[in-house]
Structures are given as structure tokens and as C-alpha cells.
């Protein structure tokens, strides 16, 4: 059995049903998602429809809910007792499945972690402002190792369980070990650690993939959308799906960006201009 985790918290119910029925709908999975208190009325309507969801209500006291949703995901997986074969951390608001995304062919790499490059030309970590103040924020002292270095996304991570328990291990023992708690209520935190992570080789007895958008297993599609690398007129096919170099993507990353026109056009179910 695979796994699902995401954070969605103070949404309205139709966002809460995008997501979750455009991930069950197509994908063979469990999933549990980190939600406020005033999010249980949505859960529990959703749940009469679909059983693989399952939900907890967040506390994360005083940091950004960004950066301790990775401990969350973490105390839930050493808690659960299950041993899930392959796991995807991600966003909620932001994130449509079109198809089974444990089943795609990257998998057959048989790679412990699948991390995701933002289709960012040459715009580098370095180079970007965004991800330049993230870091900044985190307080961490990475300008050296992120030099020249392609952008990652944080907000989708996949991989087996041992992957994702180290990955995770090794966020946590950063985030709070090395982070100062005044840098824990930032948004954009977690960006640093994760390049703390990643580009500090912290991981190095992992076999790590890294995913482009060319693969089209994850779609991110911010940075593509702002500097004009999709054919719009191609984006969509006959089935109203996206598409990456006219193959249907299995999961697509921000599509929030995309012109309302779009997103009129993606599906006949959900709303997702919202």
C-alpha cells in the first residue's frame, strides 16, 4: 500500500474536494491530511465518499505550519505501524493528480527518494530571488552549497519508506537542531533545509532521483508558466488534461498560476479557478 500526506487547512470545502477527489479518484492509495479544527466539517463529508481518507487536527504552536508539517508527517509514520511501499509528500491547494502516480516508469529506477526540479532555465538557487530570501529566512549558512544550483521544489517529495523516514529524520534533526526558533515562523523555511538537505549531500547513502518536468511524473509548472517555456496552445488535449510535450502528466504542481481560461478548461467536476 502506498501513501498520501498533504497539509490543506482553512480552505473551503471545494478546495478540500479537488484534491482529494482528483488523488483517489485516479490513484490507488491511503491518504492522511493535516487540517485545522474548522476543516473537520469538510473531512467528514468528504470521508462519506471516500475511505482511504483519514485526517488530524493540527497544533503547530508557534511555528509556520510549512516547516512543522515535516514533523507531523514524521511522528505519524513512526506512530502508524504500517510499511508503506512508497510514500508523496505535497501540497494541497495547488496539486491535481490525472493519473496513478505510483505506477509511472520513473519508479522502476527503484530510487529511494524522487525530488523535483523546478523548469527554471537558467534562473539558478542563487540567482532567484524567492529562493534567496527562503534561505535567508531559514538562517542557515548554505550560500556556498546552493552556488549555481538548480531550484527544487519542497512541496512534493516522493519515496519509499525508507527514503522518506530518512528524509524526514534528517529535516527534523535540522529544523531543530541547527534552525533557530525564531526562524521556524517564517514561510519559506523549509526551502533552506531542504537545500540544506539535498545539496549538502546529508542524504548521501540514498539513492536519490531527481525528476524534471520532462519526465512527467510531477508537473511544476510555476517557473515554466512565468518565463514562457509552455505552449499554451498545447498544454490541454481533447480530454482537457495537461500535457507535457503532448503526454498526459501524472501530477501537476502549482496549475494555480495558469490563466483563469485554463483553468475553466481542466476539469468538468471540480472548480479550479478558486
Known amino acids: 500500500m502506498n501513501l498520501v500526506m498533504t497539509l490543506c487547512m482553512n480552505y473551503c470545502y471545494e478546495i478540500f474536494e479537488r484534491f482529494v477527489g482528483s488523488l483517489l479518484d485516479n490513484v490507488n492509495t491511503d491518504l492522511i491530511i493535516f487540517i485545522s479544527i474548522n476543516d473537520i466539517i469538510h473531512c467528514e463529508k468528504l470521508k462519506e465518499k471516500y475511505k482511504g481518507l483519514n485526517y488530524e487536527v493540527v497544533d503547530n504552536k508557534n511555528e509556520h505550519v510549512v516547516n512543522y508539517r515535516f514533523k507531523m508527517y514524521y511522528d505519524y509514520l513512526k506512530e502508524c505501524n504500517i510499511n508503506y511501499e512508497y510514500i508523496f509528500l505535497c501540497d494541497s491547494r495547488d496539486v491535481l493528480f490525472q493519473k496513478d502516480i505510483f505506477t509511472h516508469k520513473l519508479l522502476e529506477n527503484n530510487s529511494d527518494l524522487y525530488i523535483f526540479e523546478e523548469e527554471s532555465g537558467v534562473l539558478t538557487v542563487d540567482l532567484c530571488r524567492f529562493n534567496s530570501m527562503y534561505i535567508d529566512r531559514s538562517g542557515l549558512d548554505i550560500n556556498d552549497i546552493i552556488y549555481d544550483k538548480k531550484i527544487l521544489c519542497v512541496g512534493t517529495i516522493l519515496g519509499k ?4 523516514m530518512r528524509y524526514l529524520y534528517e529535516f527534523n534533526n535540522i529544523l531543530y537542531n541547527v534552525v533557530e526558533e525564531r526562524n521556524r515562523v517564517y514561510y519559506g523555511t523549509d526551502s533552506g533545509v531542504n537545500y540544506n538537505i539535498i ?19 510531477v508537473y511544476t509548472v510555476a517557473f515554466a508558466n512565468h518565463l514562457g517555456f509552455i505552449d499554451k496552445d498545447k498544454l490541454l488535449n481533447c480530454r482537457n488534461m495537461i500535457c507535457k510535450d503532448d503526454s498526459e502528466v501524472y501530477c501537476v504542481h502549482q496549475y494555480d498560476r495558469f490563466d483563469d481560461d485554463i483553468k475553466k478548461k481542466m476539469s468538468v467536476k471540480y472548480n479550479f479557478v478558486l
Request: with cysteine; proline share 0%; net charge negative.
Open 161 to 164: 519508506m525508507n527514503g522518506i
Open 199 to 217: 545539496y549538502g549531500n546529508k542524504l548521501d547513502d540514498l539513492d536519490i532521483c531527481v525528476s524534471k518536468n520532462v519526465d512527467g511524473l
